[in-house]
């Protein structure tokens, strides 16, 4: 299975913040990479699919970047709604696994 | 808009099996390009993905659950199921359906997400 590594597991900001997560994979996975943000007692919801892709719908301010082995997700300016945990998700190859996760909290 | 539903029992004694059927919405589960996911959250930890089904049937399972999970589609009726077999205390968690085009473009679409408790 490849393993994916979030750092940090969390991290606290303020509003209008620009905050950084990264994610590393085992092995290089090309840009099959996801990025999911979850709030307490709700499904997962996705944000940036394939690295680097925007989901519909989702603000312009979440942005991914990378490919092969390391990858980021960039919230430009931190909003209250943002705080949550995010997740990784590489979908290269079976399993799909995910990071351990990323919680963000207000500061 | 599409949307997915889990439902099934929210108590199941260990060493039984633990059945979820996720029933589609406002679209097809046949229309194509889609894989059927489910994935789970035990309480207060990560994400674990279990498998996915296309609609023709074609399944792929997290290997470290295969040997106890079973994923079917029935077009018919517009809904896919999990079962998994020889339950103990560590599946206990929160079930989620969900959809993924094709097949590694991300988890777009989650049902609500189903607790199952495995206590006798």
């Known amino acids: 299975d490849i393993q994916m590594t979030q750092s940090p597991s969390s991290l606290s900001g303020s509003v209008g913040d620009r905050v950084t997560i990264t994610c590393r994979a085992s092995?290089?996975?090309?840009?099959?990479l996801n990025w999911y943000q979850q709030k307490p007692g709700k499904a997962p919801k996705l944000l940036i699919y394939t690295a680097s892709n925007l989901q519909t719908g989702v603000p312009s301010r979440f942005s991914g970047s990378g490919s092969g082995s390391d990858f980021t997700l960039t919230i430009s300016s931190l909003q209250p709604e943002d705080f949550a945990t995010y997740y990784c998700q590489q979908t290269y190859s079976t399993p799909h696994t995910f990071g351990q996760g990323t919680k963000l909290e207000i500061k | 808009q599409v949307q997915l539903q889990e439902s099934g029992p929210g108590l199941v004694k260990p060493s039984q099996t633990l059945s979820l059927t996720c029933t589609v919405s406002g679209g097809s589960i046949s229309s194509g390009g889609f894989y059927w996911s489910w994935i789970r959250q035990h309480p207060g930890k990560g994400l674990e993905w279990i498998g996915y089904i296309y609609y023709t049937g074609s399944t792929f399972y997290n290997p470290s659950l295969k040997s106890r999970v079973t994923i079917s589609v029935d077009t018919s009726k517009n809904h896919f199921s999990l079962k998994l077999s020889s339950v103990t205390a560590a599946d206990t968690a929160v079930y989620y359906c969900?959809?993924?085009?094709?097949?590694?473009?991300?988890?777009?679409?989650w049902g609500q997400g189903t607790l199952v408790s495995v206590s006798s």
């Open positions: 092995q290089r996975i090309a840009s099959y």
């Open positions: 969900a959809r993924d085009y094709g097949g590694n473009s991300g988890l777009d679409l």
